[in-house]
């Protein structure tokens, strides 16, 4: 066991270093930074540094060199990524089209596509988003309802997407939609990708329980779409669809925000009952567990790493990633929050507070997105320790006569 | 980067789960737990003269001179099969403080008969009905003559020495008695795992041997503990994923209401929280293994680390465990109780979760994790 890079590994990170260096400052705390994208300013520098990057080769490192990626392998990404977020350098507006969509884009589109979409993807000058979601289809996103019917070389898209991030500042999107609903549930689907700027799109932000918007719910009306823009054959729409979805998994990791040492140092010095918070038994006990989790992420992410570093498989211990970060970063959040007692209700101007208030408001969409908290249980009941699904009502019948309750 | 054990390292546990599977030692468990015999001497022998007494005894001394990486995959898979020996008070307590701290003359006496067998060690510190600490102890010790009693020791009965935590007139001292000695008289105690006996000893006047010097007995005694606490957390783990297979198992196999149970999101959510557990303390206990391995100034934090999520990986698996079984798990007849005993020993032998997580705390406020 140790902890050293191999040779290779060792003169890559040198040299991801050396290039951070040269164009990046490093962070100065590890407070997160505001995303707030619809913020012009924050927009431009961040497509400025992924310019940047795209340049020097270090955008996309994974993919091949015609899409200006330089070939790098999973263990050459990590070490980049890791090195990367040592810096204060803008980040999450590309994470959904170079995670998701991008991967799809690389096994499904045409050549000629994949020279067109996958270069200015990587470069930041276009963003992309992923339609998928439904008021009725959330964790059951394959019960989605939104219509496409085939015209000629085209097709009409009439329906409701939700909880796209980024909607409203993205160039394209993938989607998924109903081309029969005489068929069974999985075989009625279809997978699309299209121009956000198209006649008949309509976007509009959700306000959420944080006061911010991310997300949008997306309107199409009589939205045309080529038939070349089609991915997969007509009726595989939920084949592509599990291809982003595992890697959605994969991209949405730990919940960030305040952790265990935010609330150590918070309670090393706040007041409680004469006494600094850290001396309360109850305090230390939760503490002891936040940090037992925190570590035993980390190590799991080590052995992952070592796995990977050995040119290995890893097995499936990183499932558990985001359902024990999002649900410390709720507890977390409330036990700062607490701390204040009746206090604990004000807004101030104090980080710290700042950032339990924030984790707490927060906490609840990190057990929801990318896969509840629920749903995660189940997959790692079933793919993991090898459960047998639940029996289902949605089987074997035309996805019309599937019971929908009032939705 | 490598977080992982070697293939030398895997093989090895690969043969010892093999050896275990072989001699039945669930089976063993259970006899010893209904005839109260304390410990298997048959399963004890075989395990000697496999060489694992001496896995990280010198060759000079006789031993196999291997790393403590090579005593993790063993523990993991003796606490797997619930191996009713005492094999975690005299390798992991007692052959590593002589070992870190004994004299020259001491391992020269010892280890050699501690690889064959012929010596059996295990640790004695507590005297009430609360957690021992360096205020409490009253055993005396003058000139190396103690007084006094200890109890709740595990595997008095087929030991032959004791580490024993005193008091003397400078501090605490950590003393080695040879349990032969006629001021020693050891007793049965009941407990909640017979499996595992565990007595009280009396001990009147016994001469015995210091390890260090007067005054830092207890720092020795937390550091042996330290280490020991990742030893103890490997076999945490191994009935960890013991009772996890049981509950996944039974759930495949038990049909309620026209099917599987393990079909019910209840069950498995349940099943999943378990895995969860495990998956954090296995992990935390990779880490710990590799500061127990190198020395590293970070064993106090890792091992507490490793020992909080690993005790509470076995008691929500083992508790589980029985939950899934439904009333089979509640019964005599079924193994699920035995995990449940062995989960409560094991958290209890080395001080409780609550102790643990207050040594964790600690262990960062001195080294001020921000």
């Given at each position: 066991?140790?902890?050293?890079?191999t040779?290779?590994?060792?003169k890559f990170?040198?040299?991801?270093?050396?290039?951070?260096?040269?164009?990046a400052?490093y962070?100065?705390?590890?407070?997160?930074?505001?995303d707030?994208f619809?913020?012009?300013?924050?927009m431009k520098a961040?497509?400025?540094?992924?310019?940047?990057k795209?340049?020097?080769?270090?955008?996309?490192?994974?993919?091949?060199k015609?899409?200006g990626g330089i070939g790098a392998?999973?263990?050459e990404r990590?070490?980049?990524a890791?090195?990367?977020?040592?810096?204060?350098v803008?980040k999450?507006?590309f994470?959904?089209?170079?995670?998701?969509?991008g991967?799809v884009?690389?096994?499904y589109?045409?050549?000629?596509q994949?020279?067109?979409?996958?270069p200015p993807?990587?470069e930041?000058k276009?963003?992309?988003?992923?339609?998928?979601?439904?008021?009725?289809?959330g964790?059951?996103v394959?019960?989605?309802?939104?219509k496409?019917?085939?015209?000629?070389?085209?097709?009409i898209i009439?329906?409701q997407k939700?909880?796209?991030?980024?909607?409203h500042?993205?160039?394209?999107?993938?989607?998924?939609?109903?081309?029969d609903?005489?068929?069974e549930?999985?075989?009625?689907?279809?997978?699309?990708?299209?121009?956000?700027?198209?006649?008949g799109?309509?976007?509009?932000?959700?306000?959420?329980?944080?006061?911010g918007?991310?997300?949008?719910e997306?309107?199409?009306t009589?939205?045309e779409?080529?038939?070349?823009q089609?991915?997969g054959?007509?009726?595989?729409?939920?084949k592509?669809?599990?291809t982003?979805?595992?890697?959605?998994?994969?991209a949405?990791?730990?919940?960030?925000?305040a952790d265990v040492?935010d609330?150590?140092r918070?309670a090393?010095?706040?007041?409680?009952?004469?006494e600094?918070?850290?001396?309360?038994?109850?305090?230390?006990e939760?503490?002891?567990d936040w940090?037992c989790?925190?570590?035993?992420?980390?190590n799991?992410?080590?052995?992952?790493?070592?796995a990977?570093?050995?040119g290995?498989?890893?097995?499936?211990?990183?499932?558990?990633?985001k359902?024990?970060?999002?649900?410390?970063l709720q507890?977390?959040g409330?036990?700062?929050?607490?701390?204040?007692?009746m206090a604990?209700?004000?807004?101030?101007?104090?980080n710290d507070?700042?950032g339990f208030?924030?984790a707490?408001?927060?906490?609840?969409?990190?057990?929801?997105?990318?896969?509840?908290?629920?749903?995660?249980?189940n997959?790692?009941?079933?793919?993991?320790?090898?459960?047998?699904q639940d029996?289902?009502?949605?089987k074997?019948?035309?996805f019309?006569?599937?019971?929908?309750?009032?939705? | 980067?490598?977080?992982?054990f070697?293939?030398?390292?895997?093989?090895?546990?690969?043969?010892a789960?093999?050896?275990?599977?072989?001699?039945?030692?669930?089976?063993?468990?259970r006899?010893v737990?209904?005839?109260?015999?304390?410990?298997d001497?048959e399963?004890?022998t075989?395990?000697?003269?496999?060489?694992?007494?001496?896995i990280?005894i010198?060759?000079?001394?006789?031993?196999?001179?291997?790393?403590h990486?090579?005593?993790c995959?063993?523990?993991e898979?003796l606490?797997r099969f619930?191996?009713?020996v005492?094999?975690?008070?005299?390798?992991y307590?007692?052959?590593?403080?002589?070992?870190?701290?004994?004299s020259?003359?001491?391992k020269?006496?010892?280890?050699?008969?501690?690889?064959?067998?012929?010596?059996?060690g295990t640790l004695?510190?507590?005297?009430?009905?609360?957690?021992?600490?360096?205020?409490?102890?009253?055993l005396?010790?003058?000139?190396?003559?103690?007084?006094?009693?200890?109890?709740?020791?595990p595997?008095a009965?087929?030991?032959?020495?004791?580490?024993?935590?005193a008091?003397?007139?400078?501090g605490?001292?950590?003393?080695?008695?040879?349990?032969?000695h006629?001021?020693?008289?050891?007793?049965?105690?009941?407990n909640?795992?017979e499996?595992?006996?565990?007595?009280?000893?009396?001990?009147?006047?016994v001469?015995?041997?210091?390890i260090?010097d007067?005054i830092?007995?207890?720092?020795?005694y937390?550091?042996?503990?330290?280490?020991?606490?990742?030893?103890?957390?490997?076999?945490?783990?191994?009935?960890?994923?013991a009772?996890?297979?049981?509950?996944?198992?039974?759930?495949k196999?038990?049909?309620?209401?026209?099917?599987?149970?393990?079909?019910?999101q209840?069950?498995?959510?349940?099943?999943?929280?378990m895995?969860?557990?495990?998956?954090?303390a296995?992990?935390?206990?990779?880490y710990a293994?590799?500061?127990?391995?190198?020395d590293?100034?970070?064993?106090p934090s890792?091992s507490?680390?490793?020992?909080?999520?690993?005790?509470k990986?076995?008691?929500l698996c083992s508790?589980e465990?029985?939950?899934?079984?439904g009333?089979?798990?509640f019964t005599?007849e079924?193994?699920?109780?035995?995990?449940?005993?062995r989960s409560?020993l094991?958290?209890?032998?080395?001080?409780?979760?609550?102790?643990?997580?207050?040594?964790l705390?600690?262990?960062l406020e001195?080294?001020?994790?921000?």
């Amino acid at each position: 066991m140790d902890f050293n890079d191999t040779k290779e590994e060792a003169k890559f990170r040198k040299k991801c270093r050396d290039w951070l260096e040269k164009n990046a400052t490093y962070k100065e705390d590890s407070t997160p930074q505001n995303d707030d994208f619809a913020n012009k300013d924050k927009m431009k520098a961040a497509k400025a540094w992924q310019k940047k990057k795209y340049d020097a080769g270090w955008a996309m490192l994974h993919w091949p060199k015609e899409y200006g990626g330089i070939g790098a392998s999973s263990m050459e990404r990590i070490i980049w990524a890791n090195e990367e977020a040592k810096f204060d350098v803008p980040k999450g507006i590309f994470e959904i089209g170079l995670g998701m969509c991008g991967p799809v884009m690389m096994e499904y589109a045409s050549e000629e596509q994949k020279e067109r979409y996958l270069p200015p993807m990587a470069e930041g000058k276009e963003i992309w988003c992923q339609l998928f979601s439904e008021p009725s289809a959330g964790s059951d996103v394959a019960g989605l309802r939104s219509k496409a019917v085939q015209k000629g070389d085209k097709w009409i898209i009439n329906g409701q997407k939700v909880w796209t991030s980024g909607a409203h500042f993205s160039d394209y999107g993938i989607l998924v939609v109903r081309h029969d609903p005489d068929l069974e549930k999985h075989k009625g689907m279809t997978f699309f990708f299209v121009d956000m700027k198209s006649p008949g799109i309509e976007v509009k932000p959700i306000k959420q329980i944080t006061g911010g918007s991310s997300f949008n719910e997306v309107y199409f009306t009589d939205v045309e779409i080529p038939d070349s823009q089609r991915l997969g054959e007509i009726g595989d729409g939920w084949k592509v669809a599990i291809t982003t979805l595992m890697n959605e998994r994969l991209a949405v990791g730990d919940a960030g925000g305040a952790d265990v040492e935010d609330a150590f140092r918070w309670a090393k010095t706040q007041d409680n009952l004469g006494e600094p918070l850290l001396n309360n038994k109850a305090a230390r006990e939760s503490i002891a567990d936040w940090y037992c989790e925190k570590s035993g992420l980390k190590n799991t992410k080590l052995r992952t790493m070592s796995a990977l570093s050995r040119g290995d498989t890893p097995g499936p211990e990183a499932s558990i990633t985001k359902i024990v970060s999002a649900g410390k970063l709720q507890n977390i959040g409330n036990f700062g929050i607490d701390s204040l007692d009746m206090a604990g209700m004000l807004r101030t101007d104090n980080n710290d507070v700042k950032g339990f208030q924030n984790a707490w408001l927060g906490a609840p969409g990190m057990r929801i997105a990318g896969g509840t908290d629920e749903i995660l249980r189940n997959i790692i009941a079933e793919r993991v320790l090898g459960l047998p699904q639940d029996p289902r009502a949605d089987k074997g019948v035309a996805f019309k006569d599937i019971p929908s309750g009032n939705s | 980067m490598n977080l992982d054990f070697s293939d030398d390292q895997k093989f090895l546990q690969e043969e010892a789960r093999k050896f275990l599977e072989k001699e039945n030692s669930l089976l063993r468990n259970r006899k010893v737990l209904e005839n109260q015999s304390h410990f298997d001497q048959e399963l004890w022998t075989k395990i000697v003269m496999l060489g694992w007494t001496g896995i990280r005894i010198p060759e000079e001394y006789d031993g196999l001179g291997l790393g403590h990486l090579e005593l993790c995959v063993i523990a993991e898979e003796l606490g797997r099969f619930l191996a009713p020996v005492p094999f975690s008070s005299s390798v992991y307590l007692f052959t590593e403080a002589i070992i870190k701290y004994g004299s020259e003359e001491m391992k020269k006496d010892l280890l050699p008969r501690l690889v064959s067998g012929d010596v059996i060690g295990t640790l004695a510190v507590t005297e009430d009905l609360f957690a021992p600490s360096k205020d409490n102890i009253k055993l005396s010790c003058e000139s190396g003559k103690i007084n006094g009693k200890k109890i709740a020791v595990p595997d008095a009965s087929i030991a032959t020495h004791a580490l024993v935590v005193a008091k003397s007139e400078k501090g605490i001292c950590l003393q080695v008695a040879d349990l032969s000695h006629e001021g020693v008289s050891i007793e049965h105690q009941e407990n909640i795992d017979e499996s595992r006996g565990h007595f009280s000893i009396t001990f009147d006047g016994v001469d015995t041997q210091a390890i260090g010097d007067e005054i830092s007995g207890w720092d020795i005694y937390e550091s042996i503990i330290n280490q020991a606490a990742v030893l103890f957390s490997y076999e945490q783990i191994g009935g960890s994923q013991a009772s996890l297979d049981m509950a996944v198992n039974y759930a495949k196999e038990r049909y309620a209401f026209g099917r599987p149970i393990g079909s019910y999101q209840a069950i498995k959510h349940k099943l999943a929280d378990m895995y969860i557990a495990l998956t954090l303390a296995k992990s935390n206990c990779y880490y710990a293994a590799w500061a127990l391995s190198t020395d590293s100034a970070d064993l106090p934090s890792a091992s507490a680390t490793a020992r909080v999520s690993a005790i509470k990986a076995y008691q929500l698996c083992s508790q589980e465990n029985i939950q899934t079984h439904g009333g089979n798990g509640f019964t005599w007849e079924y193994d699920c109780h035995m995990f449940y005993r062995r989960s409560k020993l094991l958290s209890l032998n080395l001080g409780s979760l609550s102790n643990w997580r207050e040594k964790l705390v600690t262990s960062l406020e001195q080294s001020n994790i921000n």
